[in-house]
């Protein structure tokens, strides 16, 4: 924990008999505050410590969104029984009994910091890792499910849409299947000799590619119209 303090010299002649030096004065701070700490540190919780009075809420709220342990929001959520202020002016008013003796006021002390040693700082990030890797897994095995859900629905759809589609074609085709016939019957009907005239040389042409030949005999059905004409 690291505090911090301002003081004046309140009795010089006694300062300069007790202490003498500002390192020396310094030095006797250092002794009285560091003791006056640790009788706070484990006189009182350590969410007593972090917090003040009139602590918004909101902010336990969203520590639970960011995942934590929802004995560790309740922890930081419950009312406080002192909190960091009373805390420190209790320090000070500690403190303050120690110092005349050498000629010092002391004027205020205020915590700056509160951290764990390095050993336990270690495994403090290791179980928030630890925590974090275990929410990310849970968004992506949610997210995962989520997606293969909409897959699911969106192949369920593209067969749908893919069936209508296709009998809406087989629809249509029939329809201009039926409609052709219906006109190749009908022009049969009204002249069926030029019908046939005019379904040979539709084939004849179709016979017709480059390098090649094709070989008819007389008696040949696409002959037989030239055979017909008057000479």
Not at 105 to 121: A, G, H, M, Q, T
């Amino acid at each position: 924990m690291d505090t911090t303090a301002r003081w004046r010299i309140s009795d010089p002649l006694l300062y300069l008999t007790r202490v003498t030096t500002k390192t020396t004065a310094l030095s006797r701070l250092d002794g009285i505050i560091d003791s006056v700490v640790r009788d706070a540190v484990s006189e009182n919780d350590l969410v007593e410590l972090v917090r003040s009075e009139g602590w918004a809420g909101a902010v336990g709220e969203k520590i639970s969104d960011a995942g934590y342990a929802q004995k560790e929001v309740e922890e930081v959520s419950r009312p406080l029984v002192v909190g960091r202020e009373k805390i420190t002016r209790a320090m000070l008013l500690s403190a303050s009994k120690l110092t005349p003796e050498f000629g010092i006021e002391l004027v205020d002390v205020r915590i700056k910091r509160i951290n764990y040693v390095d050993s336990v700082l270690k495994k403090v990030f290791e179980r928030m890792i630890s925590e974090r890797k275990r929410i990310a897994a849970q968004y992506r095995s949610e997210g995962e499910g989520e997606a293969a859900r909409i897959n699911g629905e969106m192949q369920k759809e593209l067969k749908r849409i893919s069936s209508e589609a296709f009998r809406t074609a087989q629809e249509i085709r029939g329809r201009a299947d039926a409609k052709a016939t219906k006109i190749y019957g009908d022009a049969y009907n009204q002249d069926a000799e030029f019908y046939s005239f005019s379904r040979t040389l539709e084939i004849i042409r179709k016979q017709e590619k480059e390098n090649t030949r094709m070989i008819l005999t007389t008696d040949s059905d696409f002959y037989k119209y030239l055979k017909g004409i008057p000479r």
